[in-house]
């Protein structure tokens, strides 16, 4: 006997919440209202951009009765007023989406309508993380080793780690010291693209990740060149609308990082040299395609698709209207610059008028004639051109200011946004309908934007336009969503229609309880039974954190997502929320159904494969604390038909619990018969069945294998004895170009042609010949000539070399009377006398007369400036009779070059070589043929084949197998792509269809 257990699933959603510092004592001022209510909003505190606030108004309070309404308002950083997620509520949150200084202020009202404001101030930062860039090859061989480096910066935080990974696998984790850059050695076994990831860490838990593509290649060559980079062309290849039809390219791919530039190929031949190209395009078809640039080597890219652009303007119409007496007169002129013009209509007063179907799609022009009724003065007469694609162009004699017939929002309140419930309970639908008064459609584009910068608010699809040719309409849908509780407003501005707005609200959403039972139920020592629940898939889709308030909880799990309840009659659990309470108590048992311990086959086999099987099962014995509670089960089938023939609660009787004080319990238990076809037998797998909660399908506790029975599988059919009788190939026609041109080469390329083969050829051969000159070896230089001549006369193998200037730095020094910092004062002086006037001499080294002597202080400098002295210098050269090679001729024979260069004088200097490609492309065209050239051009192989068709009847016991043979298929069989005659064989046994006028007993297999 098993206690049957209630599982309760709860799971405690958190999200990067910002705590709000607990409210202090206030100062009241004597001139305060002691009357009046008093606000209190909180302490000032700090944020992070992209944080969310938390905000308590509860130590507000009322001198006399009570508070009845709080109102939040914040004004950012940038003088934008907005509500928090609640704005009436005592507590609330907002996430601060830029950096600066955020005003919140809090109004309470008490019950008399006295108010009070307080105003805290909540400063935002943004934080900076880490950073981190990879860099290495782009392209390695298989098994070759490869450096890649990562160039780690630190944010506002401390490094913590580094983790490389390779496709998602980790493979290397440590510690930083600081910024810098740190290496990995790695190689790579298999080919194709791998994705190298580089993850840093800081002290703050905030992370970055970059990824590095490597292209791993093999080492052999085929015809087809694995090695080739994956590069296609990004952009735009329809462009429809109103000229100009401006659109910009880049190259792509998995190797698009390793591009160094490309040459662009249109219309006009090529353009561009870098990876991006910004163009125009005029109206029609056009062709685009790239070659692209790596290292010295040029490779194609184009789209996915082929090199076609195709540039569709919508219609252009014209009308010219009058009206004489009760008829309307008039002329219409449409025309399409693609050519594709399919329809133009005439409405009168809103009404169609008539439609023709132009003979050209690039232009059309008639007249009409429309009676009126004969007391109608005027009308209103509109024209609508439309074209293959369904652009439209509008065209009316009284067109008027297009104006808003309604705009808003047509559904509401919503819920915040999150992945893991429906979207319609998150979509909030904005539809704004135009009354275009006869105006072009194309030139009315009011824009939707929300009048703040709601950092919660979703953008879920880009605005869908539609245009109602019959009611000259246009509808502009948009949709969007929350992220948290508030109300959403958004404004249209366009310069033809007025100004309106509307707005969409955020309701709070309760928690979404996610249950799943661990244990139906123990004996909790004789207090009670417990129920373990396991509530981790429980959330809240505002992003609140949730509380689980329990009923009698007596005894904690070490899990702690997992909640035991100790009961007498009715269990208790309540998800509470920040806004909403979800009460489990009365439904804590549609989360449960007991477990099927036995299942018994009761019919009898063997059976045929459209014969039904019976089995008898029995559930677990069970108690539920509340007697009042009657569950409601059924049961579910996999991987079989099934139908339930009776499902009826037991009761065993009663028996004793083994504690002092004995209780008396019944112990229900679910038997049941259910029914399934004995043709679920004939799949490699047995058939399961389970029991669950009509409350909750979903939470069955689990599914058990049916035993296994004998069938007789005469409608499981095999094939043996296949014998293949001829085999034809259907292959496309190809078309073959051949060019040693690499632009060429490229331009196929882009139009669908791949390389089937290469050769390279020779083109020069160039023959150096030997030449025996005399070659300077060494030189000496000399201050004078006879100095070279001396040296000369003792050295045989020199001689004169002509002269050479050779410059000589000195540095400079002289005296000066007064000091010069700029100029390099030594720190040295001297005193200096002179004998000066008309009438002074020296006489016996003394200065006559001696009234006549002066002295003055000099002071020693050193120029900065260097003073250059140009000298010539003799040169002597060593000369010595050395071999050299230099150009003979070129000759383009192998055998002309190795008949020149039997003569010792001749050598082979360097070769040229040129690439011829070979180039095939699949046509739509195809023939059938017994042989091919190429696997790869195999579109269907047909073969011809018989085989035994036969079944294997099962007894009871093995040694009863028998295998019976039906008849004998002989027919035909067709194959997508090319299959050997093995394949065939192989394709034919596991059951591939047969053409023939005989089929197996329920067709099954084959025919």
């Not at 360097?910 to 011829?916: E, G, I, K, N, V």
Request: proline fraction near 5%; charge should be negative; charged fraction near 25%.
């Amino acid at each position: 006997m098993k206690f049957v257990r209630v599982v309760l699933l709860g799971l405690v959603v958190t999200g990067a919440l910002t705590p709000i510092a607990a409210t202090g004592s206030p100062t009241v001022s004597p001139a305060l209202d002691t009357d009046k209510p008093f606000a209190e909003a909180g302490l000032d505190q700090t944020a992070t951009v992209g944080d969310r606030v938390l905000l308590d108004g509860g130590g507000s309070r009322a001198a006399s009765g009570v508070v009845s309404q709080y109102d939040w308002t914040i004004t950012g950083p940038n003088g934008s007023t907005f509500q928090p997620a609640c704005s009436r509520c005592v507590r609330t949150s907002f996430v601060p989406n830029r950096s600066g200084r955020y005003a919140v202020t809090l109004t309470v009202t008490d019950d008399s309508g006295r108010s009070h404001a307080d105003t805290m101030y909540v400063d935002a930062r943004v934080v900076d993380g880490p950073s981190v860039s990879i860099s290495g090859p782009r392209r390695l061989v298989r098994g070759r080793t490869g450096e890649f480096t990562a160039d780690v910066r630190t944010g506002d935080a401390e490094l913590s780690r580094i983790r490389w990974s390779v496709d998602d696998t980790e493979i290397q984790n440590g510690s930083l010291d600081g910024p810098g850059t740190v290496s990995l050695q790695r190689s790579f076994d298999d080919s194709g693209t791998s994705i190298l990831r580089a993850t840093v860490r800081d002290g703050a838990g905030r992370t970055q990740t970059v990824t590095h593509r490597v292209r791993v290649t093999g080492t052999g060559v085929s015809n087809t060149d694995p090695a080739d980079p994956e590069l296609t062309v990004r952009g735009p290849q329809l462009l429809t609308g109103t000229a100009p039809f401006d659109a910009t390219y880049e190259i792509a791919g998995p190797d698009a990082d390793a591009v160094d530039g490309a040459t662009w190929y249109d219309d006009d031949g090529a353009r561009g040299d870098r990876p991006r190209l910004d163009t125009q395009w005029k109206a029609g078809t056009h062709q685009l395609f790239a070659a692209a640039s790596i290292g010295p080597n040029a490779y194609p890219a184009a789209f996915d698709n082929g090199t076609r652009v195709v540039v569709d303007p919508r219609p252009q119409v014209s009308v010219n209207v009058s009206q004489s007496d009760a008829t309307l007169t008039g002329t219409i002129s449409a025309s399409d610059g693609f050519g594709n013009l399919d329809s133009v209509t005439l409405y009168v007063d809103g009404e169609s008028s008539r439609q023709w179907s132009p003979d050209s799609g690039s232009g059309f022009r008639t007249g009409f004639s429309v009676s009126l009724p004969a007391e109608q003065d005027s009308s209103q007469v509109r024209v609508v051109a439309t074209d293959e694609r369904g652009q439209t162009a509008a065209a009316s004699n009284t067109a008027g200011e297009p104006e808003i017939v309604r705009s808003g929002f047509v559904n509401g309140p919503v819920d915040s946004y999150h992945e893991r419930i429906d979207p319609d309970r998150y979509t909030a639908v904005h539809e704004t309908v135009v009354e275009l008064n006869g105006v072009d459609p194309s030139t009315v584009s009011p824009q939707l934007s929300s009048i703040f910068d709601y950092s919660d608010l979703r953008q879920l699809e880009a605005p869908r336009r539609h245009y109602d040719p019959d009611t000259g309409r246009l509808t502009i849908t948009s949709e969007w969503a929350g992220k948290a509780p508030s109300s959403y407003t958004f404004s249209i501005t366009s310069n033809q229609l007025e100004y309106d707005r509307s707005s969409f609200t955020v309701t709070n959403s309760p928690p979404e309880p996610r249950i799943e039972i661990v244990d139906e139920g123990q004996d909790s020592h004789y207090e009670g039974h417990l129920l373990r629940v396991d509530v981790s898939g429980t959330f809240d889709p505002d992003g609140d954190k949730l509380y689980f308030n329990v009923q009698d909880r007596r005894r904690n799990s070490d899990d702690p997502d997992v909640i035991g309840i100790e009961f007498d009659d009715t269990p208790g659990l309540n998800i509470i929320g920040e806004q909403h309470r979800v009460d489990l108590s009365s439904k804590l048992y549609d989360y449960w159904s007991p477990d099927i311990t036995s299942v018994e086959e009761v019919s009898t086999g063997p059976y045929n494969a459209n014969d039904s099987i019976r089995f008898r099962f029995e559930t677990e014995t069970y108690q539920l604390a509340n007697p009042e509670y009657t569950p409601s089960f059924d049961v579910q089938f996999r991987g079989s038909t099934g139908r339930v023939i009776e499902l009826n609660k037991e009761v065993r009787g009663s028996t004793t619990g083994p504690d002092p004080a004995p209780k008396e319990f019944d112990h229900p238990r679910y038997v049941g018969t259910v029914e399934v076809d004995a043709s679920s037998y004939l799949d490699s797998t047995n058939p399961y069945i389970g029991l669950a909660n009509v409350e909750q399908p979903s939470q069955s506790r689990q599914l058990v294998e049916l035993p296994s029975v004998n069938v007789f599988e005469r409608d499981k059919l095999q094939r043996n004895n296949v014998e293949v009788t001829d085999i034809q190939y259907m292959q496309a026609k190809k078309y073959q170009k051949r060019t040693s041109s690499v632009r060429t080469r490229i331009r196929y390329q882009s139009m669908g042609y791949r390389i089937q083969s290469s050769s390279r050829s020779l083109d020069t051969i160039t023959i150096e010949s030997r030449e025996t000159r005399p070659v300077v070896v060494d030189t000496k230089t000399f201050s004078s000539r006879a100095r070279r001549k001396q040296y000369i006369s003792t050295h045989p193998l020199w001689s004169t070399a002509g002269t050479t200037e050779q410059q000589t730095t000195r540095e400079v020094t002289e005296w000066y009377d007064t000091r010069h910092s700029a100029r390099g004062y030594t720190g040295k002086k001297r005193v200096r006398t002179t004998c000066s006037g008309p009438e002074a001499y020296r006489y016996g080294g003394r200065c006559v007369p001696s009234t006549a002597l002066d002295s003055n202080t000099q002071y020693l400098h050193r120029y900065s400036k260097k003073k250059k002295i140009h000298e010539t210098m003799y040169v002597a050269e060593k000369r010595e009779t050395r071999n050299q090679w230099t150009h003979h001729r070129n000759v383009n024979s192998r055998l002309i070059a190795s008949l020149l260069t039997r003569n010792s004088d001749l050598r082979i200097g360097s070769r040229q070589y040129s690439t011829q490609w070979n180039l095939v492309k699949s046509s739509d065209e195809t023939f059938v043929s017994n042989s091919y050239e190429d696997p790869s051009d195999v579109i269907k192989t047909m073969a011809a084949v018989k085989t035994d068709l036969q079944y294997t009847k099962v007894g009871i016991t093995p040694p009863d197998n028998k295998l019976m043979t039906i008849r004998q298929l002989d027919g035909d069989t067709v194959f997508a792509g090319y299959k050997t005659r093995k394949e065939i064989v192989d394709a034919v046994k596991s059951g591939a269809h047969i053409s023939t006028t005989g089929c197996s007993i329920d067709g099954s297999i084959g025919c």
